[in-house]
């Protein structure tokens, strides 16, 4: 069984860095075909896909978000991180970890993390 969970701070003040990490257990994330997905969802909106980075380490993101968006990995901790700078009360949501059934992008996910929530507020 894989297992997702998200981490990092509830709060973040506008103009920083957010900064989260999803720990991936039950599973490699370089296992070949996957790609390990960052999505969120504003309060009272649907979900929005941020980026992914495969199990080969390539990086893909979202075209809005792409200037301020960075993922990255830590194969020997299982882990793979999320990196929002610049943010604002914009960027508060809810934010989710989940595993893609395919590398090129599928958006199909068959494991995702229980979601944290960030606030973003001064």
Known sequence: QVRLQES???L???S???SLICTVSGGSITTNLYAWTWIRQPPGKGLEWMGAITY???TDYN???KSRT???RDTSKNQFTL???SVTPEDTAVYYCARDVAA???YTYDYWGQGTQVTVSS
């Open 8 to 10: 990092g701070p509830s």
């Open 12 to 14: 973040v003040k506008p």
């Open 16 to 18: 920083q860095t957010l």
């Open 56 to 58: 080969s380490g390539s």
């Open 63 to 65: 075209p809005s978000l």
């Open 70 to 72: 960075t993922i990255s």
């Open 83 to 85: 990196q929002l700078t």
């Open 104 to 106: 090129w992008g599928s």
